[in-house]
């Protein structure tokens, strides 16, 4: 056990069990995954992702590269989860990646003997030939030697989320810059959002034994808290992590709401994703401990010196049962001392430098500390680390520890301030990169921004955190900066260990993708020196941690090699998100049947209890058929809804169009504008079919149109095409002719319609008008009646026909469309009105030849569709002078055609080609294809329609429909597209 | 991304639907060159680096169509006006 005999912001007096693959260890409230499994002496958490090498927690925070588990079990279970920033709870179940057949004992192991193999770019090289092994051999043997954590194989359980928030100022990061810049905006009055990854506010401030305001920094934190809490116009954002920084100041944010629970409350969800519009940003994101470069760095029991000492002061953990400190800086130094002060066993403090500032050698010194000077470590050893060998000028030593805390200075934090194209900018005097153009509003302050005193990162922090708020208009009233002692801040810059005695293993740059110093320098050997050729060659930085704290180092050792420094090489750039993000956070609630937005017909209740088969159109819910029990598939109760609607009556609910309602004194100039065809001239009481183009002469939508007044018109359009047709007469209205005088109304949703159709539709509307004529004189074809129906429900009824018979269809408000329906039914029971669906509706439409959506495709032209002719030639309209153009003019163009099989028992199938008889099949001789295909129980055979090159000049030709996907290969005949009733007669009696 | 609709006030980009540049105007459909015109109209397009008249629908608002002057380098919105008519926030 090394759990410290004190201290630490755990709750000692609590005791929390979980489990570690299969075994059962106790840790307390306040731990992490991490800090619970150093308490208890475990060191190796995981094998690492190419050469199955053991390894143990390197960080204390979300950018730890190595310690991914699986966490949870069953539907629950989440993969690469960073044992450094799961909470722990009572009952938590983990397991380490990687590893087969156990975490001690891996077979796989042997990859580090073949490692020459796996070097860089051995992606690029070894499988290279032949291409066909890649699915077959290379790509599992890799996914099994190398590969991360399962996901869970089940649905999700858990709900998620989103949300949008709006402040002032966010200020992301609640270390002591951003402590100190959230108090200055909260104290003027604005509206501030503070929100920080971990659970527990104060970021460094948790670990570190300072004085603030003449107190602890842990008293400063509390006390800033409690204020920031007592404050109306601050939200405190725990847990979360802004993840990105997008335009316009808005920031994508996960807040994990239960991840810190066994399973979320009662109608809690797990995580919420938020979207924040903040009009000014604070970023005080801190930095990262930054690694050495040494052989053996990667042995578990070697970690970053700030984690070592966090998980000493703020978790009373210790990483070994002693400890060594190797490092570059004073900060570092400074924080292994507060360790040693905490209780841990802290045997030699190794510094690069010749010598220490006084104070805290003097520290070291009654702390029992040695101090070694000019020292490196050269070498590691131990399967979990035992031992480390030290290099000095003076001579090497070998000094038996189980924990080596290893600091290389620091890396600020800049990811956010990358992510809308801002480039890093190196600054010599501190070795470091920081952030160059940050995104608009956006600030930085403390250590990201390169400033390292906390006296001055709280002096920055108040001073941004007020002009912040100022800029958004709240003058704040100028407070005094918290106070504290000037903290050492002296470094040397130093990467890579080099030279005498460094031939002791592979000297690791990026853990989790297995990057080492010979990677880099075959990388540089073969030419990848650029920092994006580096990074794609050798895979570093490319991995979940995005090399937060392995990029440095590996441009420091390209930057030795090309000897040119850090600066010309460069350094890549961030993008988001910051840590990784569940896709179900991302996706929120649209998943499953809330994917999108259902939008069910008037009357889908009624449908649904006559045992209708759905289908999606868009996001309408249809009726596709209404089975009956006798029937043995689709096609069945197709014929007979086809075969009910031709012989007696059928009726189809066709809310779903698009319905538009135009009124104003030039709705006439705007429809002929929009439409081929004349609409100016139609009579009030009359309908008419058009077809609008796009502006590019193809064929946009098509409907029916009627004149309900002089200056009053009601427009239909396809389902699909419903809200595209509606933008379009806007922007006509608004853009191109704002002088027109129309006001437009969607009023798809607000009323219901209903196709009647049939030898028998007469006779069933007349029993529910109110006393409207619905004879051939009184409501002629294409004629409009407007009146009540069922006793007084407002109704319009429009003579059109889709399917080619006798037909109407009745308009009335949608909350009486079910009512209507059920009307209908009852007056159509003595001829066996039979309701059908769109599979029904389809082959009526085919059987009478009329265009529907496979042929709108938005590449057939008016001319194609057989449509030309409605043309006005009095006019002009949208699409008309793009519509001349010699292309879609060419008689050779493929045009609108029917076709049935000569074999008539054959099956047709839409998007067979058309070839003519004996010609190869060949994209030269390819004249077009079959759009629509059905079956017609009318005919008793297949029929279909299609766009064939000179189509209508080839009535009577056989030529070749050609399938080679589904293996169709049949002749079959040009006809009419108007397969039943070509002269239009049964829809006009 | 935010857009200030003249008439709605600041709403988030997901409400707009996009059209694209500004700049074209209808031809005169019976000028003697109406067809290269139309063509120009239709399918030529500058693609400036910088500040750019844009359409966009507030199809999710109050469906005006906007004359956005958005620099397509950093995405910063300089302007927004009611399309059309030129008329900018009351
Ligand atoms: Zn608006």
Request: charged share 20%; with cysteine; aromatic share 8%.
């Given at each position: ?7 630490g ?8 069990s ?119 051999v ?31 100022v ?73 993840f ?109 430098r ?64 990358c ?27 403390g ?12 002096a ?9 708020a ?55 050997r ?23 704290t ?45 994917f ?7 009357t ?31 096609l ?31 709705v ?68 191109l ?25 007469r ?23 407007q ?64 265009v ?6 938005g ?38 055609v ?92 | ?43 030529e ?46």
């Amino acid at each position: 056990m090394t759990r410290l005999a004190h201290g630490g912001l755990i709750d000692r007096g609590r005791t929390l069990s979980f489990a570690f693959d299969g075994k059962t260890f106790k840790g307390h409230p306040g731990d992490t995954l991490a800090s619970a499994l150093l308490a208890n002496g475990v060191r190796l958490v995981g094998r690492s992702f190419k050469y199955h090498r053991p390894r143990g927690v390197v960080t204390a925070g979300s950018e730890e590269p190595n310690a991914l588990v699986e966490l949870r079990t069953g539907a629950r279970r989440e993969p690469n989860t960073r044992a450094t920033t799961v909470e722990l709870y009572d009952g938590l179940e983990a397991a380490s990646q990687n590893r087969w057949p156990s975490l001690e004992f891996d077979a796989l192991s042997v990859n580090r003997l073949v490692s020459p193999f796996l070097g860089a770019g051995f992606y690029y090289k070894t499988f290279m030939w032949p291409a066909a092994f890649w699915e077959k051999v290379y790509e599992p043997v890799i996914r099994r030697a190398a590969g991360l954590g399962r996901a869970a194989d089940t649905p999700d359980p858990d709900h998620y989320e989103k949300a949008t928030a709006f402040c002032d100022v966010l200020v992301i990061g609640s270390g002591a810059a951003g402590l100190a810049a959230a108090l200055a905006a909260a104290r003027s009055g604005a509206r501030v959002i503070l929100a920080d990854e971990d659970f527990r506010l104060g970021g460094r401030l948790l670990s570190e034994r300072t004085v603030i305001n003449g107190g602890s920094a842990l008293d400063f934190v509390a006390s800033a808290q409690a204020e920031l809490s007592s404050l109306p116009n601050v939200r405190l954002m725990p847990r979360t992590t802004v993840f990105g920084a997008y335009d316009g100041s808005e920031y994508g944010a996960v807040e994990r709401v239960s991840d810190h629970l066994p399973a979320p409350l009662p109608f809690q969800v797990r995580q919420r994703l938020w979207r924040i519009v903040a009009k000014r940003c604070v970023l005080a994101a801190g930095a990262f401990d930054r690694p050495i470069v040494f052989p053996g760095n990667d042995r578990p029991g070697v970690m970053s010196a700030l984690a070592l000492a966090t998980y000493a002061t703020r978790y009373g953990a210790g990483a070994g049962a002693n400890a060594a400190v190797f490092s570059t800086n004073d900060h570092a130094v400074a924080a292994a001392l507060d360790a040693a002060e905490a209780g841990l066993k802290l045997d030699a403090v190794i510094d690069v430098r010749p010598a220490l500032p006084d104070a805290l050698a003097a520290r070291a010194k009654a702390l029992g500390v040695r101090l070694i000077t000019e020292g490196e470590v050269v070498a590691t050893s131990g399967k979990c680390l035992t031992s480390i060998t030290v290099r000095t000028p003076r001579g090497s030593e070998t000094l038996a520890v189980e924990a080596l805390g290893v600091s290389g200075g620091a890396t600020p934090n800049l990811n956010l301030t990358c992510h809308l194209g801002g480039k890093p900018v190196w600054r010599e005097d501190i070795a470091a990169f920081v952030p160059g153009a940050v995104p608009p509003g956006m600030a930085v302050a403390g250590a990201v921004a390169g400033t390292f005193g906390l006296a001055d990162i709280l002096a920055e922090g108040t001073r941004l955190g007020a002009a912040a708020a100022s800029d958004t208009g709240f003058a704040a009233a100028p407070a005094p900066a918290p106070q504290a002692e000037s903290t050492p801040t002296g470094f040397k810059a130093f990467f890579h260990v080099k030279g005498q005695g460094t031939k002791g293993g592979p000297a690791f740059v990026d853990q989790q993708n297995d990057v080492t110093a010979k990677d880099v320098a075959l990388a540089h050997r073969e030419g990848f020196r650029a920092v994006e050729l580096l990074k794609r060659y050798t895979t570093l930085g490319m991995a979940t941690d995005q090399g937060k704290t392995s990029n440095m180092a590996g441009l420091a050792v390209m930057a030795e090699l090309t000897g040119k420094g850090i600066p010309a090489i460069g350094t890549t750039v961030f993008r988001p998100p910051y840590t990784p993000v569940a896709l179900g956070v991302l996706a929120g609630h649209h998943r499953g049947v809330d994917f999108k937005p259902a939008r069910p017909t008037p009357t889908h209740a009624w449908a649904q209890a006559q045992g209708a088969v759905f289908v999606e159109t868009g996001l309408w819910m249809r009726a596709a058929y209404f089975p009956k029990a006798d029937e043995k598939d689709w096609l069945d109760s197709v014929n007979r809804e086809v075969k009910a609607t031709r012989e007696s009556v059928g009726v189809i609910d066709v809310s779903t169009f698009g319905k538009i309602d135009l009124q104003g004194p030039d709705v006439g100039v705007l429809l002929d504008r929009v439409y081929i065809n004349m609409f100016s001239t139609l009579a009030v009481g009359k309908a008419r079919y058009g077809v609008m183009l796009r502006e590019d002469g193809l064929v946009m939508d098509d409907g029916t149109t009627a004149r309900l007044a002089d200056d009053h018109y009601v427009m239909t359009t396809t389902t699909a095409n419903a809200a595209k047709v509606y933008q379009h007469l806007e922007f006509c209205l608004q853009v191109l002719w704002p002088e027109l005088d129309v006001c437009l109304a969607s009023v798809s949703e607000q009323w219901a319609q209903i196709a009647v159709s049939g030898p028998r539709s007469r006779e069933v509307l007349a029993k529910i008008v109110d006393g409207i004529d619905v004879s051939n004189a009184g409501l002629p074809f294409m004629g409009v009646a407007q009146g009540s129906v069922m006793g007084g429900v407002q109704a319009r009824i429009f003579r059109l026909s889709f399917s080619g018979e006798l037909g109407y269809e009745i308009a009335v408000p949608a909350r009486h469309g079910a009512a209507l329906m059920q009307a209908l039914m009852a007056a159509g029971a003595p001829f066996g009105i039979t309701p059908y669906g769109v599979e029904a509706l389809g082959v009526l439409r085919i059987e009478k030849g009329h265009v529907s959506g496979n042929e709108l495709t938005g590449q057939t032209c008016a001319r194609d569709l057989g449509l030309g002719k409605m043309a006005s030639t009095k006019k002009d309209y949208i699409g008309r002078v793009m519509a001349g153009r010699p292309a879609f003019t060419d008689p050779d163009r493929p045009s609108f055609v029917g076709f049935k099989p000569v074999d008539r028992s054959a099956r047709l199938r839409a998007g067979a080609h058309f070839l003519k008889v004996g010609a190869a099949a060949t994209t030269q001789n390819d004249e077009g294809y079959m759009t629509s295909t059905a079956f017609s129980p009318t005919l008793g055979h297949y029929i279909g329609l299609g766009l064939l090159k000179r189509g209508p000049e080839r009535m009577g030709e056989k030529v070749r429909a050609y399938d080679p996907v589904r293996g169709g290969d049949i002749e079959v005949e040009v006809c009419s597209p108007a397969f039943i009733d070509p002269q239009g007669e049964k829809q006009r009696v | 991304m935010r857009i200030t609709c003249p008439y709605c006030g600041a709403r988030s980009s997901h409400e707009f639907a996009y059209l694209g540049d500004a700049a074209p105007t209808r031809p005169d459909p019976s000028a003697p060159d109406a067809a290269e015109a139309f063509h120009a109209y239709v399918y030529e397009r500058d693609n400036p680096a910088g500040p750019m008249d844009e359409l966009w629908y507030h199809s999710a608002g109050c469906r005006r169509w906007l004359k956005v002057t958005r620099d397509t380098r950093t995405h910063a919105i300089t302007a927004v006006a009611f399309a059309g008519t030129g008329e900018a926030a009351r």
